[in-house]
């Protein structure tokens, strides 16, 4: 077993699309980036790359690189998915945390875990997102940023002969 974890932050703009595990939310806001701006995706990322000690989603996807420019974080954490595989482990669970002012996430934290588990062909049932507001304290409780947390538990995959 290998735990790993991650974090993420970006600035929230007035006209950007709220991108959060691959599920545009309804909001008059949203992150600024160089890809998409999915600050869930990115604390996933490094908590995936981080579980098998495989750098960070800077290294991977460096943002001076135009070809990332844009670009779905799905797709990014498509490539990840691969890696891990390719790596040898297997995805046990995953749990995260978005903290943000507005708007509430509860209506769409169903979409985003079906989201997260179809992007990377796991159980909706080992993903867990949760939302909290930062009670109108600093940059995230003034609406001008965005935080999200992750952590995963990895298992070395048993080889198919085994099986
Ligand atoms: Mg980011």
Request: proline share 5%; hydrophobic share 40%.
């Amino acid at each position: 077993m290998r735990i790993g974890q991650g974090w993420d932050s970006h600035r929230m703009l007035e006209g950007r699309p709220l991108y959060l595990g691959g599920v545009v939310i309804p909001s008059h806001k949203g992150e600024s980036g160089h890809s998409d701006g999915d600050v869930l995706i990115h604390a996933l990322i490094d908590a995936l790359l981080g579980a098998a000690a495989l750098g960070d989603i800077g290294r991977h996807f460096p943002p001076s690189d135009q070809a990332y420019a844009d670009i779905r974080s799905t797709i990014l954490l498509e490539n990840i998915r691969d890696l891990i595989t390719e790596n040898g482990y297997v995805i046990v669970n995953i749990d995260t945390t978005v903290i943000l002012q507005s708007p509430r996430l509860a209506p769409y934290i169903e979409d985003i875990r079906s989201s997260i588990a179809r992007t990377l062909q796991i159980e909706v049932s080992c993903i867990s997102v949760k939302a909290k507001s930062a009670e109108g304290l600093g940059p995230v409780g003034q609406g001008e940023s965005i935080e999200a947390q992750a952590a995963v538990l990895l298992a070395e995959a048993v080889p198919e002969l085994w099986l």
